[in-house]
């Protein structure tokens, strides 16, 4: 009795034993499995952090030659202009006394012209039916267009180079040959701003 225990002990020692080892190996063979469809998948791609870079906004120019924000805005939109046009600081100093004597460089809507109110906020004038920065009269364009700074502007110096020799005229002289204004010597007392302004805006 005590043999055949044994033996059967030893029996279920042995039938452990293989257990064990079916067992180990299932699972260093399923580890192996693991493992390579682990290497065999491809990696999913990282996820996308970062947005494209958006193009920096454009800096406001630092006001100078006692102008407040608004009017150093539209000042550089008339530098801009004229250097679109390709035309030099000479050019752009006229257009700077012109726009300074006309609407201080404002962006002028017109009591008698009720659409002009629809593109600025930036006050109004009452000189006949003169809008914008440059003061033009309807004859020069709609009045959408003689809102537009940049519109305006290109308007006065596209008639500014038809001037002969404007170059070499007095920026006075020159602007009143375009605006043939009732006060052809006010546009003087502004060269000296109109410069510095216009020498602060190319560099």
Excluded: C
């Amino acid at each position: 009795m005590t043999r055949k225990l044994t033996i059967n002990h030893n029996k279920m020692k042995a039938v452990g034993g293989l257990a064990a080892a079916i067992m180990g190996l299932t699972t260093l063979f399923g580890a192996a499995n693991t493992a390579h469809a682990a290497a065999a998948t491809p990696a999913a791609p990282a996820a996308v952090t970062q947005t494209a870079a958006a193009a920096p906004a454009e800096t406001a120019p630092t006001p100078v030659a006692g102008l407040d924000q608004t009017q150093m805005n539209n000042a550089k939109k008339i530098v801009d202009t004229a250097k679109s046009m390709g035309l030099d600081q000479r050019a752009q100093t006229i257009a700077m006394a012109t726009a300074m004597q006309e609407s201080n460089l404002h962006n002028l809507a017109s009591t008698v012209i009720p659409e002009s109110h629809e593109y600025t906020d930036e006050g109004e004038g009452s000189d006949h039916d003169s809008v914008g920065l440059f003061q033009q009269r309807q004859n020069w364009g709609d009045t959408k267009d003689l809102m537009t700074p940049e519109t305006s502007t290109r308007k006065f110096l596209e008639a500014l180079v038809q001037v002969p020799g404007w170059e070499k005229l007095p920026v006075t002289v020159a602007a009143q040959k375009v605006q043939v204004s009732a006060y052809p010597d006010a546009y003087a007392k502004h060269e000296a701003r109109a410069t510095q302004i216009v020498d602060t805006l190319n560099k």
